[in-house]
């Protein structure tokens, strides 16, 4: 029996068994563990200190609100004096942020910083524990080699000299800081379960092996590593998405019906949470989700049903309630409100924070729709003034439905446009394959720096071995008529993830291009999915097998050689950031194709492992070099480093501070077009 089955049962269970069960449903094993210590080591070493876009004053304004014990913005000390920033609604007098779900716990976090603050300097706090992971990094990778001991020693030495630079020059947190570090650990803290809860998948559907490369990839291999301290919703987002993956698989391979349903029902709670941070997205994956499941589940019996209403439901309670305060309608959420235009806080406080950053400008004004960031739903703001003013019941239950039939209209406006884009050769070229300079963006912006889905992540070059396969398949006629109810668990996944990303273009494709995408941002969750198709491949499971340390030599021989490679080609042709990054876009997409041609042949001959392995490696390393190096030296100054040691090495290298506004001569989508 499960210790939490002896807890419902009644019996006793003490401490260090709970802590074992607590860890072992947290991390699976000390593999798990030691990702999560990889993940914040690695995303310690680029955390900034700085407003990357406007919205992010928006949350740290709703932080301090609802550390002050309310949900609305009374002073905005961050940003505009007037406290318009995207992300604001306005509900008669009072102004509201956004992203509950994200904001709320990064409240939490805020109020123990402030009381840590009060007796040690938080910054040498987060620099001792990031110390701390090299040495559970060190004792883990000395354990693979049966040098456990050797391996904590080492660890131990190279933190404590981490730590020890880092005092020394280390200049003392202003609290200003506080409520945008509590956020940032928010996200970080997220894309650390993304890459335990990918690993132990990958694991159960394999072997660890292929699934701690999964996990690795997740982080070092993918955007998500890029906004995992950039406090914004798209890490979260995706650490619902995996969960939901996660469980789905959990009840179709589990052993007893109770565990089964255990399992499905939580695979509902994840899209209830997540339409607590973003309701779009979770309005998506919750159809997903169904109608995956319902066709293939073993039974749909009352109780199958009941279980699942009742988490949905209970998971639901944080979003209804958050919505009823603030709109005075529990299906209304924030998002679809009308945004605010500053004319009530307006002066009300002496703002702290500064220009924006990285890219310049709202990273929310793009949008325009519900399933664009920063849509006003200005009709539906109508209903919620007339229905949240003491108005008789009736009135109340025709607002809901009027407010919830508005915003299901504007998301299935919004599916129709995307879907009618996806026709588009030159969209559909910009979105997947190169940006380059887009015209229409903003030009003093960030008009030619945002990268491609294929720049972003070139390891999704191998996924063009699918239609090799399904045409190997069917010269072969191995095709399965079998009903969706014998499915196997891994081909139920293959459904959903299927279903999500049809789903998730409906709700964004038709906005995109967008300025301040960076790494198409957008269809984050797409990368995450990208991890587990190529994880599908046979081929990249058979190179993961027989050649890991031909993988893992490629991998950190490209780090080796790109970095300085592309630190030095932006110093000596004195480029510009968008010059900076367009490079580095042409670099990946090449290693993207070397990558596909090697997954084409390869499907076709059942051979070329070493080189599969090779041609992963460099994919895998030529994102990191971009993480390293943006993170550390190319985009403009946005504040200070988390670690003071981060800051000592980005101010030796070279920066290309420039925010270009002219296409990049070597604009590859130039020619294309005029071609």
């Known amino acids: 029996m499960s210790v939490l089955d002896r807890l419902l049962a009644g019996e006793r ?72 920033t995207p992300g604001t609604y306005v509900v008669g007098d009072r102004v509201y942020g956004r992203n509950y779900g994200v904001v709320l716990p990064s409240a ?68 200003r800081w506080l409520p945008l570090i509590a956020l940032q650990l928010t996200t970080a803290s997220a894309t650390a379960v993304v890459v335990v809860v990918c690993y132990r998948f990958v694991t159960r559907c394999y072997d660890r092996r292929l699934g701690v ?117 529990p299906v209304l959420p924030p998002r679809f409100l009308p945004d605010y235009t500053g004319d009530i806080l307006s002066g009300s406080a002496e703002t702290a924070g500064g220009s924006a950053g990285a890219a310049g400008g709202s990273a929310e004004t793009a949008g325009g729709s519900a399933g664009a960031d920063g849509g006003s739903a200005e009709t539906g703001g109508g209903v919620v003034g007339s229905g949240s003013t003491g108005s008789s019941g009736i009135w109340r239950v025709v607002s809901v439905f009027l407010d919830g039939n508005l915003a299901v209209f504007r998301i299935f406006s919004q599916f129709v446009s995307s879907y ?109 999915i990208g991890i587990f198709w190529i994880v599908r491949l046979p081929i990249v499971r058979q190179s993961v097998a027989t050649a890991s340390r031909t993988l893992t030599t490629s991998y950190g021989g490209a780090i080796f050689v790109l970095v300085p490679a592309f630190l030095s080609a932006i110093a000596v042709g004195r480029l510009v950031l968008d010059e900076s990054i367009q490079l580095y876009a042409l670099f990946a997409l090449f290693v993207a194709t070397g990558a596909g041609l090697w997954a084409i042949v390869s499907s076709l001959t059942d051979g070329h492992r070493n080189t599969g392995s090779i041609a992963l490696g460099v994919a895998a390393g030529t994102v990191s070099v971009y993480l390293l190096v943006a993170g550390l030296a190319l985009f403009p100054e946005t504040g200070e480093f988390l670690l003071p040691v981060a800051r000592i090495v980005s101010e030796r290298i070279h920066y290309a501070r420039l925010i270009g506004s002219t296409p990049p001569f070597w604009d590859a989508s130039q020619l294309f077009f005029v071609w």
């Open 108 to 175: 939490i976090l805020y109020v123990v910083f402030r009381v840590i603050a009060l007796i040690a300097d938080v910054r040498v706090l987060l620099t001792g524990l990031w110390s701390l992971t090299l040495v559970g990094i060190g004792g883990a990778v000395g354990g693979r080699f049966d040098r456990g001991r050797e391996g904590v020693v080492v660890g131990s030495l190279l933190a404590g000299l981490f730590f020890l630079l880092s005092v020394l020059v280390a200049d003392p947190l202003s609290s």
């Open 420 to 528: 009618a884009a996806l026709t588009e050769p030159e969209r559909l070229f910009r979105v997947f394959v190169h940006t380059g300079y887009v015209p229409r963006l903003r030009p003093n912006q960030d008009a030619a720096i945002n990268l491609s889905v294929l720049a972003s992540m070139p390891l999704l070059g191998a996924l063009v071995a699918y239609p090799v396969l399904a045409g190997r398949r069917l010269i072969e006629r191995e095709r399965s008529l079998s009903s969706p109810r014998q499915w196997s668990p891994i081909r139920v996944v293959d459904a959903f993830s299927a279903v999500y990303v049809v789903l998730l273009l409906g709700l964004y494709f038709s906005s995109l291009p967008n300025h301040h995408m960076l790494t198409t941002r957008y269809l984050h969750p797409l990368y995450l």
């Open 213 to 329: 490369a999964a996990g690795v990839a997740v982080v070092v291999a993918t955007p998500i590593g890029f906004w995992a301290t950039l406090p914004k919703r798209h890490s979260v987002t995706v650490m619902f998405v995996i969960c939901a993956m996660y469980t789905l698989y959990r009840s179709r391979a589990a052993r007893t019906p109770t565990s089964a349903r255990r399992f499905r029902s939580l695979t509902y709670a994840w899209p209830a949470l997540l339409a607590w941070v973003h309701a779009p997205h979770g309005a998506i994956l919750l159809a997903a989700v169904g109608l995956v499941d319902l066709p293939t589940a073993r039974s749909n019996t009352r109780s199958d049903l009941l279980s699942i209403g009742a988490a949905f439901g209970v998971a639901l309670v944080p979003f209804l309630v958050t919505n009823t305060l603030i709109s005075g309608n």
């Open 13 to 84: 269970v003490d401490v260090e068994e709970l802590r074992a069960a607590v860890s072992r449903t947290v991390f699976g094993d000390r593999v798990g563990l030691t990702l999560a210590l990889v993940t914040f080591f690695w995303v310690g070493l680029t955390w900034r200190l700085g407003f990357a876009s406007n919205d992010q004053y928006t949350f740290a304004n709703t932080i301090l609100a609802i550390a002050d014990g309310q949900l609305h913005i009374t002073q905005p000390r961050y940003g505009p004096p007037s406290g318009a």
